[in-house]
């Protein structure tokens, strides 16, 4: 990005050359109320022409002074006070010029940059308005710069655009395109840009360079696109760790990359670490619709229901005709209340995401925990048998994928209200169970079964 200091200075490189034309513009104009005013103007141009700054400033001093209401005397000056890089000085003499004479298009002009580098925005703004042809790519750059500086970057694009069809070879339009939408994040459109930067002239240092940092974020970010694409999650997480390490002074670029870890992390079911990063996320962007989703699945993984419904709540506030946050909602609080009775995975002690070999070698070790015959007191002979077909029943739904998927759902595939119609083998308590009634009168001749 090219500074405004680089852009003022630039200016008045040429300012002799201006001045120059000026006169050609206003050749035979009297300037003064006699001769004396003619003549220090015409000293005071043939000296500043020639270098001698303070001789010609005493000159035009001297024409001021003889007639106040010369605005081309107080532009003179000004010029002067420019080229000695005494910019306060030249600010009063360019505001009065325009006092004198508002449509003096130069003498605006160069207020405009004076005040952009002291930095009064809105001034500058005002003035950038009044002289700006739409068919003039300097002043339009010249605008786009203050717009930059105001943080405006959709107004300073749109001229930075125009700027860039007007002038033939507008390399520097395009880089600095390039790099207001990199600051922005957009990488695809800054390496857009760049390259038609690299199209006029391959051998621009400033764009060559910017290109290879963009190239190589962009390869990147679209490579641990991919491996999410593919569920290689753990894989894509390491991606935008290195995208973070190539472009750390970018914020834009970081909350991206924690965007999409927070997304592979919550896809891969690791919700202690996903919780986090979404919420360093929600910190700097709290209505970030798809983190919201992310951390609220995060949270059902973990168990922490009344947290996802929260998140699904404030994310259908920003997206009210979002499916996916329906559902989710739904499914969250059917969660809830079903965490406020019978639970599966606690009966089992086992996580919401344990595969089934888990499952499996829990039941094994509370069902022998359990198992009636160890208890000889008849209350605990009771409290035994139903411990036991709780286990029995949580083995059950656990180890069958679509009696699980209906109960991660927030059904209960063992409860007689919620699957009206259809016969469980528990359903009829332990009569129903693999055709016995382990624990009737008599001797005790409950099968028991590991697999």
Not at 97 to 116: H, W
Request: proline fraction near 3%; charged fraction near 30%.
């Amino acid at each position: 990005m090219v500074s405004i200091d680089h852009v003022a200075s630039k200016i008045l490189t040429y300012m002799p050359y201006v001045l120059v034309l000026i006169d050609m513009r206003y050749e035979g104009v009297r300037c003064g109320k006699d001769g004396s005013v003619d003549n220090h103007m015409e000293m005071g141009k043939k000296l500043l022409a020639a270098g001698q700054l303070a001789d010609a400033l005493s000159h035009f001093h001297a024409a001021v002074d003889g007639d106040p209401k010369n605005y081309m005397a107080y532009y003179r000056r000004a010029t002067v006070f420019l080229a000695m890089g005494k910019s306060k000085s030249a600010l009063p003499d360019l505001s009065r010029v325009i006092e004198l004479k508002p449509d003096f298009t130069s003498a605006r002009l160069q207020r405009g940059n004076l005040l952009l580098k002291q930095g009064k925005l809105d001034e500058a703004e005002s003035d950038f308005k009044k002289v700006t042809c739409v068919w003039d790519a300097s002043s339009r750059e010249m605008r786009a710069e203050c717009y930059i500086q105001m943080g405006e970057m959709g107004k300073a694009v749109s001229d930075l655009k125009a700027a860039s069809k007007l002038k033939n070879d507008n390399t520097q339009a395009f880089y600095k395109l390039s790099t207001i939408y990199y600051n922005l994040g957009d990488h695809e459109m800054s390496l857009n840009e760049i390259r038609e930067c690299l199209k006029l002239d391959p051998d621009h240092k400033q764009c060559y360079s910017h290109y290879k940092q963009v190239k190589k974020l962009n390869k990147q970010i679209q490579s641990a696109e991919e491996l999410i694409q593919e569920q290689r999650y753990e894989d894509a997480v390491g991606k935008y760790e290195a995208v973070m390490r190539t472009e750390p002074n970018v914020h834009q670029f970081t909350l991206l990359a924690k965007e999409r870890i927070c997304h592979a992390l919550a896809k891969d079911q690791q919700a202690s670490r996903a919780v986090p990063v979404c919420s360093e996320v929600l910190q700097s962007d709290p209505e970030n619709v798809n983190v919201l989703k992310d951390r609220a699945e995060a949270y059902v993984q973990d168990e922490q229901y009344e947290e996802a419904i929260k998140d699904y709540e404030t994310a259908g506030k920003y997206s009210e005709n979002d499916h996916q946050i329906k559902e989710g909602l739904e499914r969250a609080q059917r969660l809830l209340k079903q965490s406020q009775r019978r639970d599966y995975y606690k009966i089992l002690g086992v996580k919401r995401t344990a595969k089934k070999k888990e499952i499996i070698k829990a039941y094994r070790k509370l069902a022998q925990q359990w198992h009636p015959d160890n208890f000889q007191d008849p209350q605990e002979k009771k409290k035994a048998e139903k411990k036991f077909i709780d286990i029995a029943q949580a083995k059950e739904v656990l180890t069958d994928p679509e009696m699980r998927n209906k109960f991660d759902q927030g059904e209960d595939p063992m409860d007689p209200e919620s699957q009206q119609g259809h016969h469980h083998p528990f359903n009829g308590g332990f009569h129903g169970f693999q055709g016995f009634n382990p624990f009737g009168s008599g001797s005790f001749n409950f099968k028991f079964n590991f697999n």
